[in-house]
């Protein structure tokens, strides 16, 4: 009887320690960035990205910058016609836990800096979250899109 009491104690301490190991490691994975999309116009990049929070908590977008450019605060107007507005996405911005989210972050940058960033072939990117900092590198020639492909994506 007393075998069989210490081996249920025993199991029961094996997956309470298993449980509690992969609470903590699940609440603190990092985030996964990704570049979808870069838009550049005149003297401002608007740029998509992909938010996957893995963690079993939110987290918070608080700071996304090129160089020594930082993302607006605010909703940036992108694209206005007769009929509708676009908005860009502020920052901070929230993501609940275990989900994705895409953001179009408005970057005020210098028209002759843009267009060189724009002919390099790598364009970086650091994205701050609550978790830490990310910088994410995607190859530019194949994110570079027009404001009207935006336009499109958002239905205007």
């Known amino acids: 009887m007393q075998i069989a009491a210490f081996v249920i104690s025993l199991l029961a301490f094996i997956m309470s320690s298993i449980l509690f190991g992969t609470k903590i490691y699940d609440r603190f994975m990092t985030p996964v960035i990704e570049i979808l999309n870069i838009y550049p116009v005149h003297d401002i990049v608007y740029i998509k990205i992909s938010v996957l929070n893995r963690s079993s ?42 989900s994705i989210i895409q953001l179009i972050v408005s970057i005020p940058i210098d028209s002759h800096e843009l267009s060189t960033l724009t002919k390099e072939n790598e364009f970086s990117l650091s994205v701050t979250t609550s978790l830490g900092n990310q910088q994410v590198t995607v190859e530019t020639k194949h994110k570079l899109r027009s404001i009207d492909q935006l336009a499109k994506e958002r239905n205007l």
């Open 57 to 98: 908590s939110p987290i918070a977008v608080t700071h996304v910058s090129i160089q020594n450019y930082e993302a607006n605060s605010f909703p940036h107007l992108i694209w206005k016609n007769s009929e509708h507005k676009a908005f860009g996405d502020s920052i901070p911005s929230n993501i609940p836990q275990k």
